[in-house]
């Protein structure tokens, strides 16, 4: 199995979900445009906790996936200072 597989995976399977969740929440529940909000939010979650597992249990990306931490700041002003001008670039 190919390392992205499982994201793959994990996307459709979310994806096919969430016409379950819309259905479930503006036809069922009769919620309306609140309910396409709180499916597409289940729908988001599910993909979020299922690839954080995914990361998490794999050991080649199990350090992409890390909580914020106070030193994840550390070097914020060397980025600010790539990232600003850059994306004046872009702008432009």
């Given at each position: 199995m190919k390392k992205s597989e499982p994201a793959v995976y994990i996307q459709v399977f979310t994806s096919l979900a969430h016409i379950g969740?819309?259905?479930l929440f503006v036809f069922t529940f009769d919620f309306k445009i609140v309910g396409l909000g709180l499916a597409g939010?289940?729908?988001n979650l599910m993909q979020y906790v299922g690839l954080l597992m995914y990361t998490s249990c794999n050991e080649?990306?199990?350090d992409a996936s890390f909580c914020f931490r106070k030193d994840?700041?550390?070097d914020t002003k060397g980025y600010l200072a790539l990232a600003?001008?850059?994306m004046l670039?872009?702008?432009l």
């Open positions: 969740w819309c259905y939010f289940i729908t080649e990306t199990r994840t700041l550390k600003v001008p850059s670039m872009m702008c």
